[in-house]
């Protein structure tokens, strides 16, 4: 059982930045791989940013560049740093460890 909780999100303007954290815990795997998807109104949930626990990461294209997802084994936390935020931005953030999700955090990037 794994139990994950978000933090931050909230409201910015364009071009902002934003950091959500996930603190995960419960069972735990040093080989586990963490994610954040994201899902926009109206829109299917879709990845964002995924990293390996050998710290390999892969982003979604209309990401690349500009977020950067980071993980600490130590403290079972993983987060997604969110710079040059967009409009197109605007979803509700859920962080993903296995088959378990966080409770979703909005993120709204205004005009």
């Known amino acids: 059982q794994v139990h994950l909780v978000q933090s931050g999100g909230g409201l910015v303007q364009a071009g902002g930045s934003l950091r959500l954290s996930c603190l995960a815990s419960?069972?735990?795997?040093?080989?586990?791989?963490m994610g954040w998807y994201r899902q926009a109104p109206g829109k299917n949930r879709e990845m964002v940013a995924f990293?390996?626990?050998?710290?390999?990461?892969n982003y979604a294209d209309s990401v690349r560049g500009r977020f950067t997802i980071s993980r600490d084994n130590a403290k079972n936390t993983f987060d997604l740093q969110m710079n040059g935020l967009k409009p197109e931005d605007t979803a509700v953030y859920y962080c993903?460890?296995?088959?378990?999700w966080g409770q979703g955090t909005q993120v709204t990037v205004s005009s």
């Open positions: 993903l460890l296995r088959s378990y």
């Open positions: 419960g069972t735990i795997f040093s080989t586990d791989a």
């Open positions: 990293i390996s626990s050998y710290g390999n990461t």
